[in-house]
């Protein structure tokens, strides 16, 4: 018992500090305590995962629940998560029973990492280490996002993204050109649009046939 407290002591005490490194809005120790909902529920997911690999009922549920209620984030006790996780800002997060996370993710609001159906057994999506999902993001069904990959806010991804991909787009597109600063961060305000690409492609292309039509002419 000694042990697992000691190293759920030392979890949290990443959890504070991945906080610090990726937040520059985060200044000091209490504050990061107090008022961050990604922290709070966290914790109490933490501390729910191990009554629930204890296979103790009911309780497990009770606290995800409370948690929703208090944080505005709904972790399910079964599902398995790394270490250096961080919600920003949190709300509206809902996080599947059988997904897994790796370690150093990133998620921010209104992210959901969910099922797509009624299906039993594993249905909830994989994501691998230093994987960053932007806002609004769906990320459903059994699937498995490679380490590394940057999702953009508002992708819908519903297919297996391999490692070092940045995703965008309902349904989710691979995008090839890495939308990233120096540090690894995901630039929101920079993620290609695969969609208009097409597009201007296709105008090109128009634009190349009527030249060719008039010289016809």
Known sequence: MFKVIKRGITKVK???????????????????????????????????????KWHIPLVPRIISYLTRIITGIEIHPGARIGRRFFIDH????????????????????????????????KRHPTLGNNVIVGAGAKVLGNITIGDNVRIGAGSVVIEDVPEHST???????????????KQGNLMHN???????????????????????LDNCN
Do not use: S
């Open 90 to 121: 949190g709300e509206g997060v809902v996080i599947g029973a059988t997904t897994i996370v790796g370690d150093d993710v990133l998620i921010y609001q209104q992210v959901t990492l969910g099922g797509t159906g009624k299906e039993h057994g």
């Open 14 to 52: 990443e959890d504070i500090k991945v906080i610090y490194d990726n937040d520059p809005a985060a200044t000091n120790l209490l504050e990061v305590i107090l008022c961050y909902p990604g922290l709070h529920a966290l914790i109490a997911y933490r501390f729910a995962h191990r009554l629930y």
């Open 167 to 181: 995703v965008v787009g309902v349904p989710g597109r691979v995008v090839h050109r890495a939308v990233i600063d």
């Open 190 to 212: 920079r993620i290609p649009d695969p969609v208009r690409c097409d597009i201007n492609k296709l105008k090109a292309e128009v634009e190349i046939l009527k030249e060719k």
